[in-house]
C-alpha cells in the first residue's frame, strides 16, 4: 500500500529558528512529490515541486529535499517567523503525470514570537 | 479517520460538453469543501473554496461561470464543468473539512477529447 508519513505530526519553535519537517512514502516510484502549507480554515497552497530525477528545490527560507531511494524528503525552514505558522503537507503522485496524489497528514507548526 | 468520496474517479468525454464532479463527505458535516486541480508537471492549484448554503468563492484567474460549484448540504459538493473543451483536461480534487482537520478525495481525472 501506497503511503506517506509526516513526522512530527506538530511542532512549536521559537521565532529565529530554523526547522526541518519529515516526510516519508513507502513506494520509492514516485513521479513527483510535492510540499503544501495550509492555513486553518483556508485551502492548500503550494510551496515546492520536485521531480523524481531532482534532488531539491529551494525558494526564499525552503529548502525542500527528496532522496527517492530512500523513501525521503525533508522541507528546512530557515530563520522561521510567526507568519509561518500553519500545516505543511507533503504529497506524493504515483503513475506519472495522470497519476493521482497521496497526502501525508501533515505537520502542525507553531512559531512563536 | 474521515472519509470524503469523489465520483467520478475518472471521465472522458467530448468537447462541448458538461461533466459534474461529486465531492461527499461520508462520516462527517463538512462546513467546508475546496476544490483544486492539477495540470501535468504542476502542482496542484487550489480553484475555489465551497461553504454550505453560500456561493462558492473563487481564485484568481478561475472562471466561476465555466466551473460551476453548489455545496447544497453539508455532505455535498458538486463541481460541473461546463462546455469543457480540451484544456480543461486535469485532475480535480476535493476536500472537505470539519474546522478541526482536512480531508481529501481521492481525485477526479477528467480527460476532454
Known amino acids: 500500500k501506497q503511503e506517506v508519513t509526516q513526522i512530527p505530526a506538530a511542532l512549536s519553535v521559537p521565532e529565529g529558528e530554523n526547522l526541518v519537517l519529515n516526510c516519508s512514502f513507502t513506494?520509492?516510484?514516485?513521479?513527483?512529490l510535492q510540499w503544501f502549507r495550509q492555513d486553518p480554515g483556508k485551502g492548500l497552497t503550494s510551496l515546492l515541486l520536485i521531480q523524481s530525477s531532482q534532488r531539491e528545490q529551494t525558494s526564499g527560507r525552503l529548502n525542500a529535499s527528496l532522496d527517492k531511494s530512500s523513501g525521503r524528503s525533508t522541507l528546512y525552514i530557515a530563520a522561521s517567523q510567526p507568519g509561518d505558522s500553519a500545516t505543511y503537507l507533503c504529497a506524493v503522485t504515483y503513475g506519472g503525470s495522470q497519476g493521482n496524489l497521496i497526502f501525508g497528514k501533515g505537520t502542525k507548526l507553531s512559531v512563536k514570537p | 479517520g474521515a472519509v470524503v468520496s469523489q465520483h467520478p474517479s475518472w471521465v472522458i468525454c467530448k468537447s462541448g460538453t458538461s461533466v459534474k464532479i461529486e465531492c461527499r463527505s461520508l462520516?462527517?458535516?463538512?462546513?467546508?469543501m475546496f476544490w483544486y486541480r492539477q495540470f501535468p508537471k504542476q502542482s496542484l492549484m487550489l480553484m475555489a473554496t465551497?461553504?454550505?448554503?453560500?456561493?462558492?468563492?473563487?481564485e484568481q484567474g478561475v472562471e466561476k461561470d465555466k466551473f460551476l460549484i453548489n455545496h447544497a448540504s453539508l455532505t455535498l459538493s458538486t463541481l460541473t464543468v461546463t462546455s469543457a473543451h480540451p484544456e480543461d483536461s486535469s485532475f480535480y480534487i476535493c476536500?472537505?473539512?470539519?474546522?478541526?482537520?482536512?480531508?481529501f478525495g481521492p481525485g477526479t481525472r477528467l480527460t476532454v477529447l
Open positions: 465551497s461553504n454550505e448554503g453560500s456561493k462558492a468563492t473563487y
Open positions: 513506494d520509492s516510484a514516485i513521479y513527483n
Open positions: 462520516d462527517f458535516q463538512a462546513t467546508t
Open positions: 476536500s472537505a473539512t470539519n474546522s478541526n482537520e482536512q480531508f
